[in-house]
């Protein structure tokens, strides 16, 4: 079994920051692709940031400048770094992964981010 799991949602107010961490439970080099996506009440889930092997982290255009996408191998930990946050940044936030050698995918649970005053 391959496994995601996120920590580090919670309410911050317009500006503040907060770190979302991914814990695998397969060293990161398992992993051709890795990724944060998340979703807000009535809409599509969307891509945040993603990387995979051999490229530049990929952000999508409403957090680039603001969110940091960043791991650690030795702890098998995904991290997503935002700053500046606001409130239409509020939403369930997941970590993503495909497997190197089968290439499924794998979805954690989800965090939420709730940004307000």
């Known amino acids: 079994q391959v496994q995601l799991v996120e920590s580090g949602g919670g309410l911050v107010q317009p500006g503040g920051s907060l770190r979302l961490s991914c814990a695998v439970s397969r060293g990161i080099f398992s992993f051709k692709t890795l990724g944060w996506y998340r979703q807000a009440p009535g809409k599509q889930r969307e891509l945040v940031a993603q990387?995979?092997?051999?490229?530049?982290?990929i952000y999508a255009v409403s957090v680039k400048g603001r969110f940091t996408m960043s791991r650690d191998n030795a702890k098998n930990t995904v991290y997503l770094q935002m700053n500046s946050l606001k409130p239409e940044d509020t939403a369930v936030y997941y970590c993503n992964a495909i497997t190197r050698l089968s290439m499924i995918q794998i979805w954690g649970q989800g965090t939420q981010v709730t940004v307000s005053s």
């Open positions: 990387v995979t092997e051999g490229s530049d982290t």
